[in-house]
Structures are given as structure tokens and as C-alpha cells.
């Protein structure tokens, strides 16, 4: 069973707006509500490749009811750690015109100590069911900026691969609990490092840095250029073929999902890396994040070229 950990899950409201307007009103059709935050998008996409995942993290109030409620439909197992503040709602405006989103993001709940505590009791037992853990995205206000440190010990105590996905502090914190492995895309890899990785050869250089620091591989995603899994020995790299995309917001979450999938069905490394680069691709073709069809998964796995490096 492949756990996924969402701390901070949210409300997705996409609203289409003919010509979105600042300063203006505007009459919209209903708005397109969903289950938000990293992990809940990986767990959808390991779902529909035929995995069963179990969801961890943090929900509360009616927003939480409702994303169970969803997860429930999606028969999707859950097992949250109920929290008094109310979880957080995301707004997007899809201008139709102009086809940019204007997105208001809520900060989200404020997590109490003894709420953590409480999580961290459940984590060590869903630990003993689990084969692999996926962890992605932000911390909400109250949770330690160097929790996933903390996941990533009890991991490996446990002896369980931990697959992360975050930025920023808690990425930092995240490489010293000793992941298995991290999905950093280049942005996140050069806010990491400071410094601006533009060839190809300075950012595998600096995810060689990263595995020599305990992490076992860095999978880069490049987006339309595909990506590169690097380990202490080996070097992976995929090239995807061009498509025209439709959304690739969430490639990044179907990539860990596929990766996940992959690795738990115990392929090569170069298969798991076209796994993971087939969901990103099959999510870039969906208007909705964080949604692969597996048949497209299906038929673009023998398009992507994984070659040594
Ligand atoms: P997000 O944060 O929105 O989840 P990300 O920046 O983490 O995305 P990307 O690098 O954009 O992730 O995409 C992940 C993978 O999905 C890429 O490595 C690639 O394999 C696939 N992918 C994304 N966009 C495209 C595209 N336009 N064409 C083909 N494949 C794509």
C-alpha cells in the first residue's frame, strides 16, 4: 500500500470567466470544485493506473468533511488526522479570453501541537501497512518547517522508501531526513542550490551533491523536455515527445504518482522513469490537475527514449 501525506490539503474553485476584468463583477457558471493539494492529485493519478493508495494529513471542518466525502466517491481510502481550524480553499479565474489564471490562494488552517502529535502516532501506524510513502507540498502554519525531516526518519526507521515532493525550507529540511527519493523540477532545484543551473551538466552535478548526501536518486522534471533521473552510479535521461498540451499544471504530481507505481511494481530504473514521464505527459493533454487517462499512459510509454548518460 503506497501512503500519501498531504498536510496541507485544499478546496480547488476553478471559475471560466469570458473576460476576466479587474475592478469589474462577473456572472459565472458554477464553479469546478475539487480535492486540492499535492499528494490528493498523486493519489488520484496512482488510483486510475490501477494502484490503491491510503491518504494521511491534516482536514478540517466542513471543507474537510467535503474532500472525505469526494475521496469516499472516489473510493479512494483515507485516514485524516481531524483538525479544529477549517481547511483551506484555493480560487482560480480562468480568463477565457486571454486564457491566464488569476488564483487566489488561502494560507489554510493553523495545525495545533497536539494535533501534530496525533499525526505523528497515526503515521507510525499506517507505517506498518505501507510498502512506500509519497509526501508532497507545502506545510501549513504551526507544522515545524523541518517536518518532513521528521517523516523521512520515521521512514526509514520503518524502512520504508519515502518519495518527496516540496520546495523551498522544507525541501532543505526534507534532503536531510535522507528520502529516497526527491522530484525537484529546476526552479526548485536552483532555489535548493542559490545558484542558476542553466546547462544541463550543472544540474546534474547539483543532484549528484544532492545523492551524495544520503538521498538515493533526484528525479528532474523539465517539462516538455522531459526529465532526468540521477543516482550516485547512474543517469537516466528521457526525452517525451511533443504534444500540444492542454494543462500541465499537476504533470508534476502524475510524475511521482507514475514513478511511485512503477518502483512498487518493482521495474527497471529506466521503465520507471518512462512511467514517471508517460502519467506527467498523459496529465499535460487534461484540463483537469492531477488526472491521467491510463490508456494514454498506455500508448505514449513506448514514445519516451530513456537513455543512459
Ligand atoms: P507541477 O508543479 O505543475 O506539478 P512540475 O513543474 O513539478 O509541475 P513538470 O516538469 O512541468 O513538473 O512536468 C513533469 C513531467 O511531465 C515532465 O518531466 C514531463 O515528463 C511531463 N510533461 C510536462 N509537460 C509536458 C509537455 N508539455 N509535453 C510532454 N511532457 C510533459
Known amino acids: 500500500m503506497i501512503v500519501t501525506v498531504t498536510l496541507n490539503p485544499a478546496i480547488d474553485v476553478s471559475y471560466r470567466v469570458p473576460n476576466f476584468q479587474m475592478d469589474q463583477g462577473h456572472r459565472v457558471e458554477n464553479g469546478n470544485k475539487t480535492p486540492g493539494g499535492k499528494a490528493l492529485n498523486v493519489s488520484r493519478v496512482l488510483k486510475e493506473i490501477g494502484s490503491a493508495p491510503l491518504c494521511t494529513g491534516f482536514l478540517g471542518g ?12 472516489q473510493e479512494i481510502e483515507h485516514s485524516f488526522v481531524t483538525i479544529k481550524e477549517e481547511t483551506r480553499t484555493c480560487l482560480a479565474m480562468i480568463d477565457e479570453k486571454s486564457g491566464t489564471q488569476t488564483e487566489l490562494m488561502e494560507i489554510g488552517p493553523v495545525v495545533k501541537n497536539e494535533e501534530i502529535e496525533k499525526f505523528k502516532v497515526s503515521f507510525q501506524h499506517l507505517l506498518k501497512e505501507a510498502t512506500m510513502v509519497v509526501a508532497s507540498g507545502s506545510l501549513p502554519s504551526g507544522v515545524p518547517v523541518s517536518f518532513y525531516q521528521e517523516i523521512g526518519a520515521l521512514t526509514r526507521e520503518a524502512n520504508i522508501p519515502l518519495l518527496l515532493d516540496t520546495s523551498g525550507e522544507p525541501l532543505k529540511f526534507g534532503i536531510e531526513g535522507k528520502p529516497f527519493l526527491i522530484k525537484p523540477n529546476q526552479t526548485e532545484l536552483s532555489q535548493y542550490t542559490g545558484k542558476v543551473e542553466s546547462t544541463l551538466e550543472e544540474m546534474i552535478e547539483a543532484a549528484k551533491a544532492i545523492c551524495s548526501q544520503g538521498v538515493q536518486y533526484v528525479l528532474l522534471s523539465l517539462g516538455a523536455e522531459g526529465a532526468v533521473l540521477i ?7 528521457a526525452k517525451v515527445p511533443r504534444i ?3 494543462s500541465p499544471v499537476g504533470s508534476g504530481d502524475s510524475m511521482v504518482a507514475g514513478m511511485a507505481y512503477a518502483l512498487q511494481k518493482k521495474y527497471d ?41
Open 244 to 246: 500540444t498540451a492542454v
Open 231 to 237: 543516482g550516485e552510479d547512474v543517469i537516466w535521461q
Open 269 to 309: 530504473l529506466d521503465e520507471c522513469l518512462r512511467w514517471a514521464c508517460a502519467c506527467g505527459l498523459a496529465n499535460a493533454l487534461e484540463s483537469t490537475t492531477g488526472m491521467v487517462q491510463t490508456e494514454i499512459v498506455q500508448q505514449y510509454l513506448p514514445e519516451i527514449k530513456v537513455t543512459a548518460l
Open 62 to 73: 466542513q471543507s474537510g468533511v467535503w474532500i472525505q466525502k469526494q475521496l469516499d466517491e
